[in-house]
């Protein structure tokens, strides 16, 4: 895992979808989590993904492709409290659960 | 529990002085990281406790930097001699059992340094 790469910025209007993909690389890939993090605030979990597929919690889905080094996280129903920043982050093969962030992808959504 | 505490929330302090943070992780978490965050970027691991056993160091970790975790509860990072460069939001973390368990992270310490 590590050497993670996100889009700084992105924009969207309220009620849209927005997609913000992440890469990373394959090798000692041990999962793959995103946070979200308003400003000022700390970083909350969103999802964690460790095989290939969609996982879906309500808004929110993320995907993972292991061999392509690539995830993504969508959001549906835009609101404008989505507004924030985005942080994906793989685990290495430490045995714990060392996180490796990207930048981060910052959000704005408007009406 | 009212999930990862830091104190101070916000620490100023002069060129050269030392400081000290301080994490209450949530209670049953045997795991506690310190995470640094610079305006702009995501955050950076710095170290990683399991109980009160600190079992990596980022090399992100001069020696001025020293962290503790004396009874496998609280941890305290000391700052010591710091520099503009040290200017950050510091971030303290905690979770249980298996490494795909999602962390939960306090609200930072934000140092400034002038």
């Known amino acids: 895992g590590q050497n993670i790469d996100q889009p700084t910025e992105m924009t969207a209007t309220e009620g849209a979808i927005v997609q913000i993909n992440c890469t990373y690389q394959?090798?000692?890939?041990?999962?793959l989590f995103w946070y979200q993090q308003h400003a000022g605030e700390a970083p909350t979990f969103l999802s964690y993904?460790?095989?290939?597929g969609l996982e879906e919690k309500g808004r929110f889905s993320s995907f993972l492709s292991r061999s392509k080094g690539y995830s993504y996280l969508l959001l549906k129903e835009l609101q404008m409290k989505d507004s924030a920043s985005y942080l994906c982050a793989d685990i290495g093969n430490t045995g714990f659960q060392k996180l490796v962030f990207g930048t981060g992808t910052r959000l704005l959504v408007s009406p | 529990d009212t999930g990862v505490s830091q104190d101070p929330r916000h620490k100023i302090t002069k060129r050269g002085q030392n400081v000290t943070f301080r994490c209450d992780p949530i209670?049953?978490?045997?795991?506690l990281y310190w995470y640094r965050q610079t305006l702009g970027q995501g955050p950076e691991f710095l170290t990683y406790?399991?109980?009160?056993?600190?079992?990596?160091k980022s090399r992100l970790l001069s020696d001025r930097f020293s962290a503790e975790r004396p009874k496998g509860s609280f941890s305290t990072l000391e700052i010591q001699r710091t520099e503009q460069g040290d200017s950050a939001m510091y971030l303290c973390a905690s979770s249980q059992g298996q490494v795909d368990t999602e962390a939960f992270f306090g609200q930072g310490t934000r140092l400034t340094v002038v």
């Open positions: 209670s049953e978490h045997n795991r």
């Open positions: 993904n460790v095989l290939d």
């Open positions: 406790f399991q109980n009160e056993a600190q079992l990596e």
């Open positions: 394959t090798s000692g890939f041990n999962g």
